[in-house]
């Protein structure tokens, strides 16, 4: 009798742990998808100000049509939808590039670099940039938890069992990752 309580007892513990555990690995999952929610968020702002940057710059740099059309082209790849966050980082790796020589084109025109709506535009990417930034940590930070979880002993068995998988870093690719090039020769 003694050993059946035991057992019981036993199986019961076992039981309360795989729900512990599966519960806490839902909620990493959860806390990874709504941190990526909040970097789309982010690149959605970044790409409408992306737009309007492009806008003001059209004005007074026309004829860098090749310039204007990389950042439109390199906008419209990052804004497609259904991306995975390896995919999403290197669109926004090349969109950055872009971008890049968009505002280095920017410095050869006065007029356009004291314009008060290319300014106001610039702080407002040097923003959203920075928030970028902070939500690709966070994100990133989620997501090292859950992986963690999924393929550490003993959570990873219940992990298998309800199918719980590893989620993907949002890193920088290409240009981001190498040092900013200065050329004082022009």
Same mark, same amino acid.
């Given at each position: 009798m003694v050993a059946w309580i035991v057992i019981g007892v036993v199986v019961v513990l076992l039981v309360l742990w795989a729900v512990g !555990?599966?519960?806490?690995? $839902? +909620? #990493? +999952?959860?806390?990874?998808? =709504? /941190?990526? @929610?909040? $970097?789309?968020?982010? #690149?959605k +702002? @970044? &790409?409408?100000? $992306? *737009?309007? #940057?492009? =806008? !003001?710059?059209? *004005?007074? /740099? /026309? &004829?860098? @049509?090749? !310039?204007? =059309?990389?950042? $439109?082209? /390199? +906008?419209?790849?990052?804004?497609? *939808? *259904?991306q995975s966050p390896a995919q999403q980082?290197?669109? =926004?790796g090349l969109l950055s590039a872009a971008l890049g020589r968009l505002l280095a084109v920017a410095e050869a025109y006065p007029d356009l670099k004291a314009n008060q709506s290319f300014l106001s535009l610039q702080g407002e990417l040097t923003s959203t940039e920075d928030r970028i930034a902070a939500s690709r940590r966070y994100y990133n930070a989620n997501v090292r938890q859950l992986n963690t979880r999924v393929e550490t002993v003993p959570s990873n068995v219940v992990a298998g069992l309800f199918h719980v998988g590893r989620a993907e870093y949002f890193e920088t690719e290409g240009e981001e990752r190498e040092p900013v090039k200065v050329d004082f020769s022009r």
């Amino acid at each position: 009798m003694v050993a059946w309580i035991v057992i019981g007892v036993v199986v019961v513990l076992l039981v309360l742990w795989a729900v512990g !555990t599966y519960n806490g690995l $839902i +909620r #990493l +999952r959860n806390l990874v998808q =709504e /941190a990526w @929610r909040q $970097i789309d968020v982010e #690149l959605k +702002r @970044r &790409h409408d100000l $992306i *737009g309007n #940057l492009v =806008e !003001t710059v059209k *004005g007074y /740099a /026309a &004829h860098e @049509r090749g !310039t204007l =059309e990389d950042v $439109i082209k /390199a +906008r419209s790849v990052a804004m497609a *939808g *259904g991306q995975s966050p390896a995919q999403q980082a290197q669109s =926004e790796g090349l969109l950055s590039a872009a971008l890049g020589r968009l505002l280095a084109v920017a410095e050869a025109y006065p007029d356009l670099k004291a314009n008060q709506s290319f300014l106001s535009l610039q702080g407002e990417l040097t923003s959203t940039e920075d928030r970028i930034a902070a939500s690709r940590r966070y994100y990133n930070a989620n997501v090292r938890q859950l992986n963690t979880r999924v393929e550490t002993v003993p959570s990873n068995v219940v992990a298998g069992l309800f199918h719980v998988g590893r989620a993907e870093y949002f890193e920088t690719e290409g240009e981001e990752r190498e040092p900013v090039k200065v050329d004082f020769s022009r």
